[in-house]
């Protein structure tokens, strides 16, 4: 008895001695919300009340009392710590139990022993409570346990031993426990992931611990022992220093004047076709925006019908580029009757299940062997849930009315290079369109206040001319704002103004920038030029890994000495503004980056580039952003070469 209470003080005053020792060290870092880990420990069991009947078969003649052990305790462990002041600990292990009972004599005058083997399997959920917010902690909680052994080993002078198993004993124990603990860190502070080792003690009273259903056995346990936990740290800042501010950030101001010469180009336009098909929701009918045509009309459908210029200016650009795109199925389907062999498989996608998906392709199949006579046999039908290439990905949370929108569809499929083109993974074969078309942007002055949407409440724009006249615009909340040459010159041929930004900043201070910039009137001239269009599928800028070889091959060999190219990149409106800005750069630039190498290669000197990402900017996104066909054209890059 007394070498176990020397054992056992000893693993407690060694477990609070580091306790102590470390309380008044400072973390580098704060706790992780989540940390994960493993613990062992002692188990210093004392054993009190009575046992005399050990199973149904044996009833020792005199009676056991007092006892202690030392058993093992081992878990797997999970903390939850959402503040630094408190948390939650779930254990789930191994808890040994056993002990020897203090000896007894029969009335044989024969010395008796009983030693015991009683384990559990235990949950034990705790409530972590520390008072400064430190290292330090409390904790209490509950305990369930479920019996794993029940064994004992009886011994008496003159007598057999026996070894078997308690009769009686409960299967579940209900009880509580409180403790205390401290994490000591041991990884570099700088460290993303952090590990600690945790000594801890905790006091187990009786209460609930009657191991068997009959007589009074009890235990009572002190735990001590180590936990060893990680998880991903989030920096801390110690108390006694400020936390670091960051520098004001200066909210920089620019103008643009517009181009002096107004240039409109005769573009030849290679257009992407989307392999897709929208539907709206609740319907698996087609919807009536596409251009459907009766038998008749189909016999004389011909794709070069496409070509014609429809308007002569950038604004219009959208209308012309749907107008192509809502042939899809008479183009598909003029296609294969001019290549019977070619086949195609129809995907159908619906969030309502495969049946409706199988529906929507099913609806295409009839229009093509109906309209156009296709055999049935050259179209396959499946339906999903998701198409191949969903938008809403697994997880996400926002604009999902947008995204399930464009995965509601019938994805076109075919291995037929007469009717696919591998352009971003199956595209369809594009489409030639001749039209003249002139930037608006060109007529603009465009003003760019430097992280406007970060800094600013709000901004106005004052344009005042040589006679002192001013004319005020705004508020403006976004980086990039742009006004019309014309309507600030009004009747004027030219003119030059000051300009002056005002801005009032989140903190409630004003903010001034001035400028100045000079217009005239516009002269016109007409360039010839091509035009190409990239498409991207939902967030992912992956020009290089799709495009690489069409911009290689196709468009790269089109640039001369002394070219001109325009690349710019948007995106559609889903996401903040400020990842769509970037995400339109990215593209744009690695569309540039491509066929810079590429015109290097073939020897072409003198070629500029002129590479902007214009994000989901509506004043100058190509399309609209209500339908779902429009918000996948609109995550493009179009690339312009002029010619010397």
Request: charged share 20%.
């Amino acid at each position: 008895m007394l070498s176990i209470y020397k054992n056992l003080n000893k693993v407690l005053i060694c477990s609070l001695a580091i306790v102590f020792i470390t309380a008044n060290a400072s973390a580098q870092t704060e706790k992780p919300k989540w940390s994960f880990g493993v613990s062992g420990a002692a188990n210093g069991n004392f054993f009190d009340g009575t046992t005399q009947r050990l199973s149904t078969s044996l009833i020792v003649p005199t009676a056991f009392h007092k006892g202690k052990g030392i058993r093992p305790f081992g878990s797997i462990l999970a903390e939850y710590q959402p503040s630094s002041k408190w948390g939650i600990a779930l254990n789930f292990g191994y808890d040994g139990r056993g002990g020897k009972f203090d000896g007894v004599i029969a009335p044989c005058n024969c010395p008796a022993d009983l030693k015991t083997n009683v384990s559990y399997l235990t949950v034990e959920p705790s409530l972590k409570f520390s008072p400064g917010g430190g290292n330090f902690y409390l904790f209490a909680g509950p305990r369930v346990a479920m019996n794993l052994q029940k064994d004992f080993n009886y011994t008496q002078l003159k007598q057999p031993n026996t070894n078997a198993e308690f009769s009686e004993v409960r299967k579940t124990l209900i009880s509580g426990q409180v403790g205390i603990g401290y994490d000591i860190p041991v990884s570099a502070p700088e460290s993303n992931t952090r590990f600690v080792i945790s000594p801890f003690v905790s006091y187990h009273p009786y209460f609930g611990q009657d191991v068997r259903e009959i007589e009074s056995w009890s235990i009572t346990t002190i735990r001590a022992g180590v936990a060893l936990k990680f998880g991903k740290a989030r920096k801390a800042v110690r108390a006694s220093e400020p936390a670091p501010v960051a520098p004001l950030q200066e909210v920089s101001f620019s103008v643009r004047a517009p181009k002096e010469i107004l240039v409109k180009h005769a573009v030849s336009e290679t257009l992407p076709l989307l392999n897709y098909v929208f539907f709206d929701e609740g319907s698996t009918a087609l919807p009536d925006r596409y251009t459907l045509l009766s038998k008749n009309q189909a016999v004389d459908f011909k794709e070069v019908q496409l070509q014609n210029e429809v308007v002569a200016d950038m604004a219009g650009r959208s209308g012309r580029q749907l107008s192509v795109y809502y042939n899809i199925l008479n183009i598909v389907g003029a296609r294969m009757k001019a290549n019977p062999e070619i086949s195609i498989t129809l995907s159908g996608a619906s969030k309502a299940g495969p049946e409706e998906g199988r529906k929507f392709a099913a609806a295409v199949k009839n229009y093509l062997t109906t309209v156009f006579e296709i055999p049935a046999s050259k179209i396959a039908i499946n339906g999903r849930t998701k198409p191949v290439d969903p938008s809403e990905q697994p997880g996400g949370t926002k604009e999902l009315e947008l995204l399930r929108a464009g995965d509601r569809r019938v994805d076109i499929q075919s291995t037929s290079d007469k009717l696919m083109m591998e352009v971003g993974g199956g595209m369809m074969k594009p489409v030639q369109i001749n039209t003249t078309q002139a930037d608006p942007m060109d007529s603009h002055v465009v003003f760019n206040v430097n992280s406007a949407t970060e800094l600013l409440k709000s901004y106005t724009i004052d344009l005042t001319d040589q006679q002192g006249q001013v004319q005020r615009f705004g508020p403006f909340t976004k980086n990039q704002e742009s006004i019309a040459a014309k309507s600030i010159l009004g009747t004027n041929e030219k003119g030059v103004y000051k300009v002056v930004m005002l801005g009032e900043t989140k903190l409630g201070t004003m903010t001034q920038k001035e400028s100045s910039v000079q217009l005239q009137s516009q002269q016109e001239i007409l360039q010839t030029g091509n035009r190409y269009s990239v498409l991207f599928n939902f967030n992912k800028a992956n020009t290089a890994a799709a495009y690489e070889q069409f911009l290689t091959e196709v468009v790269a060999p089109l640039i001369s000495n002394g070219s001109t190219i325009t690349i710019r990149g948007y995106t559609d409106i889903i996401g903040s503004e400020d990842y769509n800005n970037k995400l339109s750069q990215k593209r744009a630039q690695q569309a540039q980056q491509i066929l810079e190498q590429a015109s290097a290669k073939a020897g072409r000197s003198n070629v500029s580039f002129e590479t902007l990402g214009s994000g989901e900017d509506s004043a100058s996104a190509p399309f609209n952003n209500n339908l779902p066909e429009e918000r996948f054209y609109n995550r493009t890059v179009i690339i312009d070469i002029v010619s010397k």
